[in-house]
């Protein structure tokens, strides 16, 4: 028998309408109390019949997300925050992988309140739907929907900028040079207007074009910028990327930091499997998913938002860089 709001009531001593205030994340039920009607509702197995309360509140409380790839170590991780703040909010996530357009009529069959979309082609605004979008891209991309851009150019700038104060000349960027990514494209402008502006005649840099962002890649990529002609300092366009530069690094006897210093796009958590912590470059996890979520939650409620949101990305410096001599 299934659980419901009448055996949740009972079992906290309140009403009925406070037990479903209270799993609608309702404001007007004091934390204390929400809290522990929660705990109740997952100690019974309660599960909300979304049907039926989208048919009182005209709302389904679900968002659909348009997911380019499950691959990679950022998407994964940001995916994963992006759910658990949803969650927290009382929104159920539904993830779909598929083409854009097929994604956003799936999304619209099954009512959702808002839709994500990871925009790295800027295909977006062939797309309509009466369905509230938010893309996750580059501001000014697309005229028709609000985008979140965490200011891709200028992290690469910022990391290029601290390299060459500490001494680097040798500067080396290891990502996807090919014009199908936005999100990749930014990166790599990033980096050709820093070395423009440090002046190309006292700076020397590399730009290998790699079209995948797999460890592999990475580990490829930097054996040849290497053998060439080695570099004093890396730039990867990713931490999956970066892991490979580690790779290869190693297996030409040389050290991260000691002779190759390296910075890596993505401020997410890391792994504690790199012999050097990691310097990373880029808006932390946390705020973007932040973001996200508040914005998403704001439309869904019907209210307006800035076409964009521009947020500043941060540079933390571990022993993985170190000043030349």
Same mark, same amino acid.
């Given at each position: 028998m299934s659980v419901t709001i009448k055996d949740i009531a009972k079992a906290a001593g309140v009403s009925y309408s406070?037990? $479903?205030? #209270?799993?609608?994340?309702?404001? =007007?039920?004091?934390?204390?109390?929400?809290?522990?009607i929660k705990k109740i509702a997952t100690e019974l197995g309660y599960q909300p019949n979304v049907a039926a309360r989208s048919l009182v509140s005209k709302k389904s409380n679900t968002i659909g997300i348009v997911w380019p790839t499950?691959?990679?170590?950022?998407?994964?991780?940001?995916?994963?925050?992006?759910?658990?703040?949803l969650e927290e909010h009382a929104y159920t996530t539904l993830i779909s992988i598929n083409p854009l357009k097929d994604a956003i009529k799936t999304f619209s069959r099954f009512q959702v309140d808002g839709i994500l979309v990871f925009?790295?082609?800027?295909?977006?605004?062939?797309?309509?739907?009466?369905?509230?979008?938010?893309?996750?891209?580059?501001?000014?991309s697309t005229k028709q929907y609000p985008t979140v851009d965490v200011n891709r150019k200028a992290a690469i700038k910022a990391a290029v900028s601290y390299l060459?104060?500490?001494?680097?000349?040798?500067? #080396?960027?290891?990502?996807?040079?090919? $014009?199908?990514? =936005?999100?990749?494209?930014?990166?790599?402008?990033?980096?050709?207007?820093?070395? +423009?502006?440090? %002046? =190309?005649d006292n700076y020397e840099y590399s730009l290998l074009p790699i079209t995948g962002l797999d460890q592999y890649d990475g580990y490829l990529a930097a054996k040849t910028i290497i053998n060439a002609d080695r570099p004093t300092a890396f730039i990867s366009g $990713?931490?999956?990327?970066?892991?490979?530069?580690f790779r290869a690094v190693h297996e030409m006897d040389l050290h991260i930091a000691d002779d190759i210093s390296i910075i890596s796009y993505d401020n997410i958590p890391q792994k504690e499997d790199l012999d050097v912590p990691l310097s990373i470059?880029?808006?932390?996890?946390?705020?973007?998913?932040?973001?996200?979520?508040?914005?998403?939650?704001?439309?869904? %409620?019907? %209210?307006?938002? #800035?076409?964009?949101?521009? =947020?500043?990305?941060?540079?933390?410096?571990?022993? +993985?860089?170190?000043?030349?001599?």
């Open positions: 406070t037990v $479903s205030k #209270a799993l609608l994340d309702s404001p =007007l039920v004091k934390p204390k109390t929400k809290a522990k499950v691959e990679r170590v950022a998407h994964s991780a940001l995916i994963t925050a992006i759910n658990q703040k925009d790295e082609t800027s295909y977006i605004d062939s797309i309509e739907t009466n369905v509230p979008v938010i893309t996750y891209g580059i501001a000014g060459r104060n500490i001494g680097h000349k040798k500067i #080396a960027y290891i990502g996807n040079l090919t $014009s199908e990514d =936005l999100f990749q494209e930014e990166k790599v402008a990033g980096f050709k207007e820093a070395i +423009s502006e440090a %002046n =190309l $990713s931490q999956d990327l970066a892991r490979g530069v470059v880029g808006v932390p996890l946390d705020t973007i998913a932040s973001t996200l979520c508040d914005l998403l939650i704001e439309v869904a %409620n019907g %209210n307006p938002i #800035a076409p964009s949101t521009i =947020l500043t990305p941060e540079i933390h410096i571990t022993t +993985s860089c170190q000043p030349l001599p």
